[in-house]
């Protein structure tokens, strides 16, 4: 029987190693979210039918950080793979146990102190999910814990289809956890992607999901006096008495064209988070539009 300590191809590390081997679809949902390889991505799309994983459905990810989850995984890598199943079950019974009406899910472990659920879900049911998911996630996976682990952080993002899109569902996840970690600084939390906002156009790497971030912050502003009012009154710090002196206009034609601006985009220029975000999108347009 091979030792935990023994080093070897493909092998999960931290204070254990070892190769988990017993999950196929755990396999394959590892590799799928790790490649860049168009051939790769095509090989997985054939696999994926093989294994009887229907990805023509819509499916969100949801990564559960287990902190604490590797000091369970001690004695021989037998005891590793079982203790790593019953986790996986255990994860799919407090799962189902809240959402009763569906279950369509995929449980799988992903190194470290990580499990990954992927649930199928429909356009119609993503938005009242995320409601509900966000406000109950802590509560769903609490049983887990126990004195060993130190708390469960959560992330995930939309539905998406095929191949290409799990890996996306997959990528949205990560993002929202780690930014979610690192920028708001609550461990033990629930992250949604949508949430990060101007954070996760910071972080992102692809520049059309930039330059469409842009669009549909600034959607509808076209008016030139509005854009250049907005700009005047973020040089001016959010003055509006010194945008309008730069504009030779009345303060109270600043403040009118503020309030158009906030009945537009749904955002107002004159909160600090909000002007934030109105701010980054106007960047990101001028760079990447």
Do not use: W
């Not at 023509?56 to 590797?70: A, D, H, R, Y």
């Not at 369970?72 to 986790?87: C, F, P, S, V």
């Not at 049911?125 to 109950?136: D, H, P, V």
């Not at 009118?256 to 220029?269: A, H, V």
């Amino acid at each position: 029987m091979n030792s935990l300590s023994e080093k070897r191809p493909n092998q999960i590390s931290g204070p254990i190693s070892f190769n988990y081997s017993h999950g196929l679809i755990d396999q394959f949902l590892v590799k799928l979210f790790n490649t860049n390889n168009e051939k790769d991505i095509i090989e997985k799309e054939i696999e994926s039918k093989t294994l009887g994983i229907n990805l023509s459905k819509p499916k969100i990810v949801v990564i559960l950080n287990i902190n604490g989850f590797l000091n369970r995984l001690t004695g021989n890598q037998n005891q590793a793979e079982e203790l790593i199943e019953k986790y996986k079950k255990q994860i799919a019974v407090h799962f189902n146990s809240f959402f009763t009406l569906k279950k369509d899910i995929i449980i799988a472990y992903l190194g470290f102190e990580e499990f990954a659920i992927l649930k199928t879900i429909t356009v119609n049911e993503e938005e009242n999910f995320k409601k509900i998911f966000k406000q109950s996630a802590q509560l769903i996976f609490s049983p887990l814990l126990n004195n060993i682990e130190n708390g469960i952080s959560i992330g995930f993002g939309h539905a998406y289809t095929e191949t290409r899109g799990v890996r996306e569902a997959y990528r949205e996840a990560r993002m929202a956890l780690t930014l979610g970690e690192k920028i708001l600084g609550k461990p033990e939390s629930c992250y949604y992607f949508d949430d990060l906002k101007e954070f996760r156009i910071i972080a992102e790497d692809n520049n059309q999901k930039k330059e469409t971030y842009a669009e549909e912050v600034l959607r509808g502003l076209s008016n030139k006096n509005l854009s250049l009012t907005l700009e005047v009154f973020f040089e001016e710090e959010l003055n509006v008495s010194n945008a309008a002196s730069r504009l030779r206009v009345h303060p109270n034609t600043i403040l009118y064209r503020l309030n158009r601006i906030k009945q537009i985009i749904n955002l107002d220029p004159r909160r600090f988070n909000e002007a934030s975000t109105i701010k980054i999108a106007m960047m990101t347009k001028k760079v990447f539009s």
